[in-house]
Structure formats: structure tokens, C-alpha cells
């Protein structure tokens, strides 16, 4: 079965220190994954995907994640943290081959001080 | 790229009105259009999916007759909570598939509306 895991529900960090968000899936096949990013009272921003081709994905805002089958990983990375990062990030994973359905994760919340 | 909206953003009402929410692609065509229901601070919960031209598929646990999700056309879904009360004050979210033959699962979310029903 599909399943998603966000291994850390929040992440502090300072702002210019990098950033990781870890995400743990679980499939029976190739899947799709995706990172989203949530800012308060808003709706749902892609960040970057992964569909089968080069495995470390760069996407928007400097972030990026690397797809590691053998660990079933798609952690999620950034250099260095900006205060405009602060935010809800969702790691997603396709339900099936067909990509009708997705599987959110439940959720890590980035914050970054100053 | 591809913009889904969602209007209203905010909607405040009496508990026991009606309150369709309008999920609209600007720019493409949307075969399939995804509702969600947020709660604070936690995930999206997928309530339903829309179909252009048939009928909705509802998760367990979703109530049809409360929840009315219309996909008249390519670019149009409307979620109608039916005799709003109190407990279905929420943040709904659509997100809609890119009608595309590549199809890697991408979509493309509004920005989401807020009922708070009083």
C-alpha cells in the first residue's frame, strides 16, 4: 500500500542555516512525489516533483530534494533558510500508477528566526 | 504555468444557509477536480472527487447530501455545503488535473476558501 511520512511535524531553524525536511514513502511501485508548500491562509504552492527522471530535483525558492529508492526518501533541502520560508510543507506521493489520487503527509512546519 | 481559483476566499454565514464554493482553471481544461477539507494545523483531507459531466466520488465518510459538488464544464466545479452549521466551518481546497496525455499526477491547487458559519 501508498503511504507518506513527514518524520518531523516541526523544524526550527535560523534564518541562513539549511534546511531539511524529511519524508519517508512507501510504494509498490515507481511512484510520482511532490513537495508543497502552504502559507498561512493559503492555498497549496508546488515546490518541485520527482516523476522517474534525474533524481535530485531543483524547484522554486532555491529548494530541492533528492529521490533515494534504496532509503525510500524524498527529503527535502535549501542552503540556507529565509525568513519567507516559514511555512506548512506537505511531502505528497501518487496513490496509484495512473496518478488519479494523491497521499499527503501530514505536515512539517518550517519556522525561521532571525 | 497553469492557475486554479476559488471564490469565495472567505465566506462568514448564518448557520443554516447554503454555500457554494466555485472552483475555477483559468487557463486549461481539468477533466478531474480534487475538493479537500482543512482542518487547523492539520493536513488535507480529500472529501471528494469530480468528474466533468458525471456524478462526484465521495470518501467514506463524506456526506453526499451535505457536500454537493457540481462539474458542469471543463473549467467549473462548485462544492454546495448544504444547511451550513458550526462544524463545517473549515478551510475547503480544489485542486484540478491538468487535462494533459502525460499525466504525472501534478495538480494545481486554489486558494482555498474559509467558511466560518456562525
Known amino acids: 500500500a501508498q503511504s507518506v511520512t513527514q518524520l518531523d511535524s516541526h523544524v526550527s531553524v535560523s534564518e541562513g542555516t539549511p534546511v531539511l525536511l524529511r519524508c519517508n514513502y512507501s510504494?509498490?511501485?515507481?511512484?510520482?512525489l511532490f513537495w508543497y508548500v502552504q502559507h498561512p491562509n493559503k492555498g497549496l504552492q508546488l515546490l518541485l516533483k520527482?516523476?522517474?527522471?534525474?533524481?535530485l530535483v531543483k524547484g522554486i525558492n532555491g529548494f530541492e530534494a533528492e529521490f533515494k529508492k534504496s532509503e525510500t526518501s524524498f527529503h527535502l533541502t535549501k542552503p540556507s533558510a529565509h525568513m519567507s520560508d516559514a511555512a506548512e510543507y506537505f511531502c505528497?506521493?501518487?496513490?496509484?500508477?495512473?496518478?488519479?489520487?494523491?497521499?499527503f503527509g501530514k505536515g512539517t512546519t518550517l519556522s525561521v528566526s532571525s | 504555468g497553469a492557475v486554479v481559483s476559488q471564490h469565495p476566499s472567505w465566506v462568514i454565514c448564518k448557520s443554516g444557509t447554503s454555500v457554494k464554493i466555485e472552483c475555477r482553471s483559468l487557463?486549461?481544461?481539468?477533466?478531474?477536480m480534487f475538493w479537500y477539507r482543512q482542518f487547523p494545523k492539520q493536513s488535507l483531507m480529500l472529501m471528494a472527487t469530480?468528474?466533468?459531466?458525471?456524478?462526484?466520488?465521495?470518501e467514506q465518510g463524506v456526506e453526499k447530501d451535505k457536500f454537493l459538488i457540481n462539474h458542469a464544464s471543463l473549467t467549473l466545479s462548485t462544492l454546495t455545503v448544504t444547511s451550513a452549521h458550526p462544524e463545517d466551518s473549515s478551510f475547503y481546497i480544489c485542486?484540478?488535473?491538468?487535462?494533459?496525455?502525460?499525466?504525472?499526477?501534478?495538480?494545481?491547487f486554489g486558494e482555498g476558501s474559509r467558511l466560518t458559519v456562525l
Open positions: 485542486s484540478a488535473r491538468l487535462r494533459t496525455a502525460a499525466n504525472t499526477g501534478e495538480l494545481f
Open positions: 510504494s509498490s511501485y515507481s511512484p510520482s
Open positions: 520527482y516523476t522517474s527522471a534525474a533524481t
Open positions: 505528497v506521493v501518487t496513490l496509484n500508477q495512473a496518478g488519479t489520487a494523491l497521499i
Open positions: 487557463d486549461f481544461q481539468a477533466t478531474t
Open positions: 469530480s468528474n466533468e459531466g458525471s456524478k462526484a466520488t465521495y
